[in-house]
Nanobody, 122 residues
């Protein structure tokens, strides 16, 4: 089972990117999904999460109002729309799936994908 994150790239401050996470090997429509990020020399940090149905979302304070997490269970895909990007958003972004857990604790998620690099220039 793998989670494939895509959509990263280089963008100027104030710009936008949309990340996608598409699991392979199984359907994740019954899983809660999260996005995390890790900047060089820093710990992995929570960004956003969405419950299995898409009815509940959670965000880190640092991205609230700028980022939006969503999911399309018919396409087995989770998205992270990132607007008003700042240089401090530069990091490798990871998606994660949790069968029973949704929240900020990375270790409680069951599956992780390879990250996608997001670089925001000033």
């Amino acid at each position: 089972v793998q989670l494939q994150a895509s959509g990263g790239g280089l963008v100027q401050a104030g710009g936008s990117l949309r990340l996608s996470c598409a699991p392979s090997g199984r359907t994740f429509s019954s899983y809660h999904m999260g996005w995390f990020r890790q900047a060089p020399g820093k710990e992995r940090e929570f960004v956003a999460a969405i419950n299995w149905s898409g009815g509940s979302t959670f965000y880190a304070e640092s991205v609230k109002g700028r980022f939006t997490i969503s999911r399309d269970n018919a396409k087995n895909t989770v998205y992270l729309q990132m607007n008003s990007l700042k240089p401090e958003d530069t990091a490798v972004y990871y998606c994660a799936a949790g069968r029973f857990y949704i929240g900020e604790v990375a270790d409680r998620y069951d599956y992780w994908g390879q990250g996608t690099q997001v670089t925001v220039s000033s």
